[in-house]
């Protein structure tokens, strides 16, 4: 990711961040109606899941100039994420529902060079954890 990109995820991710209650009730009714067999792989409550879920992209985000010290922790979130059984078709389906929930939530200022920094963003994520999960 460049530099301008970090900028403009850091920017949208703000505005969902004043509202990460609602915006992490849209993103999992989201992925549940895309891919329903996900349902039943969370155990707990599902807004204190959505809280996980917003801390876990604030960490991604302050930690995008420190790569190190970021692959240290999603390689054991990927880890746990096989243990959640977890497959890897999944982070499509998480994928997916993340852009969705920007989009409706950001609206026209979502644009294609936002929408593709996220996207960027997303793809090195996922890919670290699942490749740390092949090896768990
Ligand atoms: C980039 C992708 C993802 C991130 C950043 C992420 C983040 C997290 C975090 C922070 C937790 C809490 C872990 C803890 O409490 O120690 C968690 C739990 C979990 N995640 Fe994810 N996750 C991702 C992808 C996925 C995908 C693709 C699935 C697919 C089904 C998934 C399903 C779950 C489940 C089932 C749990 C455990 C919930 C429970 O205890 O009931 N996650 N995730």
Redesign the pocket.
């Known amino acids: 990711m460049t530099d301008a990109d970090i900028e403009r995820v850091r920017e949208s991710f703000a505005h969902l961040h004043r509202r990460k209650g609602e915006t992490a009730a849209l993103f999992y009714a989201r992925?549940f109606e895309i891919?329903p067999e996900?349902r039943p792989?969370?155990?707990?409550d599902i807004a204190a899941?959505g809280v996980?879920?917003m801390?876990?992209?604030t960490v991604?985000i302050a930690t995008l100039r420190d790569p190190g010290g970021l692959t240290a922790l999603?390689n054991k979130?990927g880890r746990?994420?096989r243990g959640?059984?977890?497959?890897e078709r999944?982070?499509?389906?998480?994928?997916s529902a993340?852009i969705w929930t920007l989009r409706t939530s950001l609206g026209p200022a979502f644009m294609p060079e936002i929408e593709r920094a996220w996207t960027a963003l997303?793809r090195d994520?996922?890919g670290t954890?699942i490749a740390a999960g092949r090896n768990a």
Not at 90 to 95: I, N, P, T
């Open positions: 992925l891919d996900i792989l969370f155990k707990g899941q996980k879920l801390e876990m992209l991604a999603l979130l746990e994420h959640y059984g977890v497959e999944h982070y499509d389906s998480v994928g993340l997303y994520i996922a954890m």
